[in-house]
């Protein structure tokens, strides 16, 4: 028999050469086939993954049991609708479909929203729920309290989701010294739920664990389904092992977080309530050491007080010691001895010399020296006072022809002669 051949046949171009198409060609096709093939119409479905942009344009999947289509609500269709959009509500849009050429992804463009009701997943989680809690798989009374410092915790999640890296992280960076093990299973999608509840069996076997955390990192409603599965509800309320549900974040839901022991709103806080226990007794060691450590030191400290002292008196009573307080005591007289004779003549020195200063001030030549100075100085203003000294600074004394001086101006007539003294003579001279 011939071997089978695969013929391809690329197309020809001009002049007969081979020629593919790009992306953009091709996507650009088949934008034109869909969209031009498939007219407007409705659908109904259940919305998961809304998202609201800030532009105001509304993005969401419709989806049911078998499939999912992504949506787009433009800014001016959304503003005219009534209904208001949810994850989990059901509704029936009319719209047309489009091809997102730079993704290369269908879409259907909605124009209209109507309600239908509520998701068939909301509507099987009440369901379920109300028939467990009838059932008292969620009661109070069959909860227990977690061990407060559990030596070792099995962790059933994902090895590599978000989930456990937080978890680790934060109860590394407390300083929790206990064990940790992580026992993967899928977390979402078909087959999760029976791997959870086949490894929540496989811990309670090997005995080790004093806790088990079993949890993932938040999503919709469908990412966090396997949760909400019957088998793996009634497997964590029967287990043997105290279990912690740490699903989703603080808002998320799900039918695990009621039959579980305790719910932590997300795995970061199951990290934090697992390890606060420890964390308050690490501080209250801690407190407590650094009392004893105190305690110790202080009665060390007075008990080294108590031998220097001691030792001190002992020095003190020793001959030795007394011998040298006796030279201390001598010499401590002598000092005081040479202090007082140097004060006391110091003191005859000082009354010495007051007394001959008071008689060097009643003495006849020490007042006939005071009045020598004090008639110099009359003699010296005297000096500067007369007519001679104004003439050494430079003025002139007018005379009249009598020789009487001339002190003002008007007394001096047109052609009257006058006599101008200088310091070095006297010159005649006639006013004009």
Known sequence: MPAETIELDFGRGEGGSARAESVSEFTRRVKTLLEGGIRPGWVRGEISNLRAQASGHVYFSLKDVGAQLSAVLFRADAARQTVKLRDGAQVVVYGEVSVYEARGQYQLIVRAVIEDGVGKLQREFEALKARLAAEGLFAAERKRAIPAMPACVGFITSPTGAAVQDFIRIISRRGWRGRVVVLPAKVQG??????????????????????????????????????????????????????????????DFTLCDFAADVRAETPSAAAELISS???????RATQADEAMTALVDGALERASERLDHARSRLRLLSPEAQVEQGFLRLDDFSNRLSAALRTAVQARRQQLSETSAALARVSPEFRLQTE????????????????????????????????????????????????????DGVVRVRAE
Not at 223 to 241: G, Q, Y
Not at 277 to 283: H, K, P, Q, R, T
């Open 190 to 251: 078909e087959g999760a739920a029976a791997e959870m509840v086949a490894m929540l069996a496989q811990a309670q076997e090997l005995g080790i664990f004093d806790l088990i955390v079993i949890g993932r990192g938040g999503g919709s409603l469908e990412d966090l389904w396997a949760f909400n599965e019957e088998a793996l509800v009634r497997a964590v309320a029967a287990s043997a092992v105290p279990v912690i549900s740490a699903v989703g974040h603080e808002i």
């Open 277 to 283: 226990e420890f964390v308050a007794c690490a501080e």
């Open 372 to 423: 020598s100075h004090r008639l110099l100085s009359v003699w010296k203003r005297l000096q500067a006072a007369s007519p001679v000294s104004v003439l050494n600074r430079g003025f002139v004394i007018m005379r009249d022809e009598a020789g009487q001086p001339v002190g003002r101006r008007a007394a001096v007539g047109a052609g009257q002669g006058l006599q101008a003294e200088f310091a």
